[in-house]
């Protein structure tokens, strides 16, 4: 009878101690880190202009890199100087293959859309210019955001607010600071519409400071767009539900 007792103990034992290694075997497959496949696309802002490394989505994939979640960060980006709204949806119609293969989507749009309002119009500039725009620019943001999720449904969607630099360039504008409000508004009630998108401001870290822009004095610098990057990634950090599973 005591033999029998001592081999139930051994087993009961062995069993518990044998729980920890199945728990932490556990634990290492769903920690084991993943790639990500990130689209970038948009105007100048995602191509990088005025910082020879890349830009923001450079300083993107470094973060994401550190992350003990990910290994790897691919990138593909089709930011382009100059694009508009109306041109968006052939980019992403161009690339639609690799769109469909991506988890992280970044967007900067717009700032051209605005620029076009100024060009037009540069000895008559009216705030309703600027509102009869944004209402045209909203419209087609909705419409881009609904390819991008016939595209892929699954992948996590980041738009990057517009700033104002302006002010210095374009003094005659005084309203300009709320023309940026207005625009930026208008677009995160669009993207919120959607499932698992964010909409990213960055006005306030160009506010009064040129220290951030490049030479032209309107696109960021390498420090403009580290500090861009932070943000978004400081957002993104909020909303992990974009690493998935």
Same mark, same amino acid.
């Given at each position: 009878?005591?033999?029998?007792?001592?081999?139930?103990?051994?087993?009961?034992?062995?069993?518990?101690?044998?729980?920890?290694?199945?728990?932490?075997?556990?634990?290492?497959?769903?920690?084991?880190?993943?790639?990500?496949?990130?689209?970038?696309?948009?105007?100048?802002?995602?191509?990088?202009?005025?910082?020879?490394?890349?830009?923001?989505?450079?300083?993107?994939?470094?973060?994401?890199?550190?992350?003990?979640?990910? *290994?790897?960060?691919?990138?593909?980006?089709?930011?382009?100087?100059?694009?508009?709204?109306?041109?968006?949806?052939?980019?992403?119609?161009? *690339?639609?293959?690799?769109?469909?293969?991506?988890?992280?989507?970044?967007?900067?749009?717009?700032?051209?859309?605005?620029?076009?309002?100024?060009?037009?119009?540069?000895?008559?500039?009216?705030?309703?210019?600027?509102?009869?725009?944004?209402?045209?620019?909203?419209?087609?943001?909705?419409?881009?955001?609904?390819?991008?999720?016939?595209?892929?449904?699954?992948?996590?969607?980041?738009?990057?607010?517009?700033? *104002? &630099?302006?002010?210095?360039?374009?003094?005659?504008? &005084?309203?300009?600071?709320?023309?940026?409000?207005?625009?930026?508004?208008?677009?995160?009630?669009?993207?919120?519409?959607?499932?698992?998108?964010?909409?990213?401001?960055?006005?306030?870290?160009?506010?009064?400071?040129?220290?951030?822009?490049?030479?032209?004095?309107?696109?960021?610098?390498?420090?403009?767009?580290?500090?861009?990057?932070?943000?978004?990634?400081?957002?993104?950090?909020?909303?992990?539900?974009?690493?998935?599973?």
């Amino acid at each position: 009878m005591n033999k029998f007792l001592l081999l139930f103990l051994c087993v009961c034992l062995v069993g518990c101690s044998s729980t920890p290694t199945m728990i932490e075997e556990k634990e290492q497959v769903q920690m084991k880190p993943r790639d990500l496949q990130i689209v970038a696309l948009g105007d100048s802002l995602t191509e990088g202009v005025g910082d020879e490394q890349g830009g923001y989505v450079t300083f993107i994939k470094q973060y994401l890199e550190s992350r003990d979640d990910v *290994n790897k960060v691919f990138v593909h980006n089709f930011g382009k100087r100059g694009l508009r709204s109306t041109q968006l949806a052939d980019v992403m119609i161009n *690339n639609e293959s690799v769109i469909q293969q991506a988890d992280l989507i970044f967007i900067t749009i717009g700032g051209n859309d605005m620029m076009k309002v100024v060009r037009s119009h540069f000895l008559s500039l009216t705030y309703d210019l600027f509102v009869k725009e944004q209402q045209a620019f909203a419209s087609r943001l909705d419409e881009q955001l609904q390819l991008l999720r016939h595209m892929n449904q699954d992948a996590y969607i980041v738009l990057i607010g517009l700033y *104002n &630099p302006f002010s210095s360039a374009f003094p005659n504008i &005084p309203e300009m600071d709320e023309i940026i409000h207005m625009w930026n508004e208008g677009s995160e009630e669009v993207i919120s519409r959607y499932d698992r998108t964010l909409f990213v401001p960055i006005a306030d870290l160009f506010e009064g400071r040129d220290d951030v822009l490049y030479d032209d004095q309107f696109h960021p610098n390498k420090i403009g767009y580290e500090q861009m990057a932070k943000r978004i990634y400081e957002y993104l950090q909020r909303h992990q539900e974009w690493i998935g599973e």
